[in-house]
Structure formats: C-alpha cells, structure tokens
C-alpha cells in the first residue's frame, strides 16, 4: 500500500538530547542561584531526578506527562527550601527554553525538508519538546506528545492518533525511531511500518522485527524509494 505518510520520534532521533538536558539543567540551576539561592544549596541535580523517581514510583501516570513530573519535583523540592510551590512554574520554564536549544543532526533538516514534498511528516514523542519552538513547526503537519493522549510509547494510543492526524491507515504509516521498546515496537504493534534509527551502532536485542534498520536519514529517502518502486 503506498505510504503517506512518516512520523518521526524526537530526543535521540533528529537531535541528540543528552547534552541538551544537561545545558538545560544548568540552566536551570544558575536561574535558580540567582532568584531562589536555597534550592540549589539542598537539593543537586541528582537529588533532583531521585525525587522525580520516587514520584514517578509512586504515581507511574506521570510516565505520560514528563513536564508535569519535572515540574511536581520542583514545587516539592521550593517548599522544602522554603519558597511557595508556585516558583516551579517561572523555574520549568527557564528548563524549557534551554530544552530547546537542539542541534539537529546533519542529516536532519535538508532531508525533512524534501520528504515534506512527498509525505504527510509529524512527530510523536513521550518528552516534552515543542516542534515550533525548536523550529520545525513549518516542515511537520503535526506532532503529538504522551501527554495529548494520556499513554506514553509503546502505548497504541499514541500511533493511532497519528494516523487519524494523517487520515491514514496504519500500513501506509511509517514510523522512525530511535528506540526499540518505544517506537519499534510501539509501531509494529499497531501495523505500522517500523524504522528503527540506529544512530549509534546499538547491536539489535532480537525481540523485534523492523521493516528496516538504517543510520541516518539519507538512508530512510532511499528505503522509500525502494519500497515505492516495488508498489
């Protein structure tokens, strides 16, 4: 069946997100020095993301809205130190904007920007990036995160809203991602086609069958060449 459409994870697959987070955490913590000096002097990074842990442990739908968690974790984290738990707002978004600040992969753009010539493009994601604020907003035709839908990857609700998004059926949908437990079989499991993006080099765990393994996304405009020279 000819394929309309393609939709793309985020974090790890069009940018790398570990040195984004770890920008965006400094970011944060400086702001933080500057207007409220009391959360940094008790609680680091890491004590940080363990109290975000023990929430998510004590309430997994958190799993489906990580803004919300990050933003539970500082209002927890103001009023211990003694501030209103109001202060995490103004705080998530200065991680916001840093969270922002991607470098796409070389690859990234110039390749969207012809497959938006031929295929409807849109993103799904369980994070929290905003495709306009990070500058995609005119290249994909929608995006959707855990938090639209309530369930997180590999949750079906996620890649069904996509093809209604896309008034597509699920096996003329490709989705492209980064992560095996998430996208690849997230994607398979609703009929999708399934891509796994495998940026690094990750030896393959067998548990799944993608339609395809590729390195970059010169590699995916050749798949669908391929595969729409065989329709």
């Given at each position: 069946?000819?394929i309309?459409a ?5 974090d ?8 984004v ?9 400086d ?6 000096p009391?959360?940094?002097?008790q ?8 109290r ?6 004590e309430q ?8 919300l968690l ?7 984290a103001a ?7 109001e202060i995490a707002e ?13 470098t ?7 390749v ?7 295929y409807?493009?849109g993103?799904l ?5 905003d495709?306009?604020?990070?500058g ?15 369930a ?29 437990d ?11 086609k399934a891509?796994?993006?495998n940026?690094?080099?990750k030896?393959?765990s067998?548990?799944y069958?993608?339609?395809?393994i ?5 590699e995916?405009?050749?798949l ?8």
């Amino acid at each position: 069946m000819p394929i309309r459409a393609i939709c793309f994870d985020l974090d790890n697959t069009l940018w790398s997100i570990d040195p984004v987070i770890k920008q965006a955490e400094k970011a944060l913590f400086d702001w933080l020095r500057q207007h409220y000096p009391k959360i940094p002097k008790q609680f680091s990074v890491n004590e940080l993301a363990k109290r975000r842990q023990r929430l998510l442990e004590e309430q997994p739908e958190l799993l489906n809205n990580l803004g919300l968690l990050r933003k539970m974790g500082l209002a927890q984290a103001a009023v211990e130190a003694g501030y209103k738990a109001e202060i995490a707002e103004p705080a998530f978004e200065i991680f916001q904007q840093a969270r922002h600040q991607v470098t796409f992969y070389p690859d990234v753009l110039p390749v969207l920007k012809r497959l938006q010539k031929r295929y409807i493009l849109g993103t799904l994601t369980n994070g929290s990036a905003d495709i306009n604020r990070v500058g995609l907003g005119d290249i994909m035709s929608f995006s959707l995160m855990a938090s639209d839908v309530n369930a997180a990857k590999p949750h079906p609700a996620l890649f069904e809203a996509a093809c209604q998004r896309a008034s597509a059926r699920p096996e003329e949908v490709v989705h492209v991602g980064d992560d095996e437990d998430c996208d690849v079989a997230g994607a398979l499991a609703v009929g999708m086609k399934a891509v796994w993006l495998n940026r690094i080099y990750k030896t393959p765990s067998g548990k799944y069958q993608p339609h395809a393994i590729i390195t970059n996304l010169g590699e995916l405009e050749r798949l669908l060449q391929t595969w729409e020279s065989t329709l």
